[in-house]
């Protein structure tokens, strides 16, 4: 395949972006729009991939800018304009707003026509790093998401660098392929043909016959802080062509301007859709500041666990010297990464692998065991209690509670404490909307554990109990955020008594 240019990518991307824009006799007439209103559009996008176009989803401001940055305090004010050609709803994950504005087909919002558009007004009252993504079907997958960093107005004067990064895996595939290859017994075969001593299904694959044999390091010794409790874990079930940060590989990677000895404040997000990962800060120490958004104690290192969906804020002390420094994120039970470059003024890039050199253990919740909110819940004991169950069968089936489809009732006031309890081969990253909760339990030991809004359920009888305080009434989901898992019957609601 002949290799365009970036040049030439963005030339046609900007066209399929202007065609889209234009309020033709072609589209339906849109509703004025609300005053004060930013417009963000869901639209279509070409990027390179390995030198190959790849036609990807994406939510870009009018000027361009993918994803929002905004202050605490202000009003999400935007209106979301759909501009793919097929129906979606965008979900704001990490806000609490109103639940008829949360963006989830099916439970809070009915799917946005291709062509129409639909305004959002509610207070934002907490800093953090967030993201928006679709809540519909697998669009989520190709790429259908975006940065939405909520500032703290306090740091505003601080000599801080802030570098956001969107982490993907990406597959030329159709989503809806893949889902049906899995559910025709790809995920059961990789099951047995992967067991947890050489999982990665990618290894050897893209790396000629050299590295025969090379695979082994690593998985063999997954059983991190005691959280797996016996059988072969199962980790990817989708072989990703790539991963990529802001949309590029390393290959071609985003390089940052940075300054000799400044300070810089990443807020990574793992977009992806099915890919646990770790950042990999390579020289680097950080020190890991928050999670999800919200402020943890301190955690110094250079290696953290990434699960699916969720954010990491960490800074960085950067040497004075002119070099530059990696950030990747690498695949769990594998070797493939991606990164951005941070280089300093006179730093010479080199090209970075986009293999690492051996192989990242599976993200097991060794990391969440040590997390310590910096602003817990207040002492409270549960006024109401659940216990999940997570199952799979076969034919790719996931369920949560056996698919019962009634929402869990809750009602204002409650402090509710719900315990997941984890009976699969794989782990599964649940996200509860509408509501930022606490770890307080990993496999029935009590923690004061980080804030979050995503919490990574081991597999293999890992356990782990989330506590809430019920402030914010409506209908609200609970899923595995993994987005096949989710897609196959890993999802359930919550609905407040009135
Ligand atoms: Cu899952």
Redesign the pocket.
């Known amino acids: 395949m002949k290799t365009l240019s970036r040049r030439r990518f963005l030339t046609a991307s900007a066209a399929t972006l202007s065609v889209a824009a234009v309020p033709s006799l072609l589209l339906p007439a849109r509703p004025a729009r609300a005053e004060g209103h930013k417009v963000i559009t869901a639209g279509k996008r070409v990027i390179e991939v390995k030198g190959r176009a790849a036609n990807v989803f994406g939510l870009a401001q009018d000027n361009g800018t993918q994803g929002l940055v905004m202050n605490a305090g202000e009003r999400f004010r935007v209106r979301l304009e759909n501009r793919i050609g097929e129906p979606t709803v965008i979900h704001w994950h990490g806000l609490t707003p109103p639940w008829q504005q949360d963006g989830v087909s099916g439970i809070s919002q009915e799917p946005i026509a291709d062509g129409e558009g639909f305004d959002y007004d509610f207070p934002v009252a907490t800093p953090g790093t967030f993201w928006m993504h679709s809540h519909f079907g697998l669009q989520e997958q190709l790429m259908l998401a975006a940065p939405l960093i909520v500032r703290d107005p306090a740091e505003a004067g601080a000599d801080m660098q802030e570098v956001v990064v969107l982490f993907h895996d990406f597959t030329f595939r159709d989503p809806n392929e893949i889902l049906a290859e899995l559910k025709a017994g790809a995920h059961d075969m990789a099951g047995m043909e992967a067991p947890a001593a050489d999982a990665n299904p990618h290894a050897g694959m893209d790396m000629g016959g050299s590295m025969g044999g090379m695979s082994m390091g690593g998985m063999s010794g997954m059983s991190m802080g005691g959280m797996q409790m016996g059988g072969a874990a199962h980790l990817q079930d989708v072989q990703y062509d790539a991963l990529l940060a802001n949309d590029r590989t390393l290959d071609d990677p985003e390089v940052v301007s940075v300054e000799q000895g400044g300070r810089v404040r990443l807020r990574l997000i793992n977009g992806a859709a099915s890919t646990n990962m770790w950042v990999d800060l390579g020289q680097l120490s950080g020190r890991l500041i928050a999670v999800d958004g919200m402020p943890v104690e301190p955690i110094d290192g250079s290696r953290f666990e990434f699960a699916v969906a969720q954010r990491l804020d960490i800074v960085i002390e950067l040497p004075k010297e002119a070099s530059a420094w990696p950030v990747f994120a690498v695949q769990e039970g594998g070797r493939m990464r991606t990164g951005i470059v941070l280089a300093a003024k006179g730093a010479t890039v080199a090209k970075f692998a986009d293999m690492a050199d051996a192989d990242f253990p599976a993200v097991a919740g060794e990391l969440e065991q040590r997390l310590r909110a910096v602003k817990p819940l207040a002492e409270k004991a549960a006024t109401r209690q659940h216990t999940m169950m997570?199952m799979e069968a076969p034919g790719y089936i996931?369920t949560l509670d056996d698919g019962k489809a009634t929402p869990i009732p809750l009602k204002s006031g409650d402090r509710f404490e719900m315990t997941f309890m984890n009976h699969t081969t794989?782990?599964?990253?649940m996200h509860l909307h509408g509501h930022s909760f606490q770890v307080v339990a990993v496999n029935g030991k009590r923690i004061s554990g980080a804030m979050r809004d995503t919490v990574l359920v081991p597999s293999n009888m890992g356990m782990v109990t989330i506590a809430f305080d019920a402030d914010n009434a409506g209908k609200w989901a609970l899923h595995?955020?993994?987005l096949y898992?989710?897609a196959a019957g890993?999802m359930t609601s919550l609905a407040y008594e009135s």
């Open positions: 997570m996931w794989m782990s599964h990253p595995c955020h993994h898992h989710m890993m």
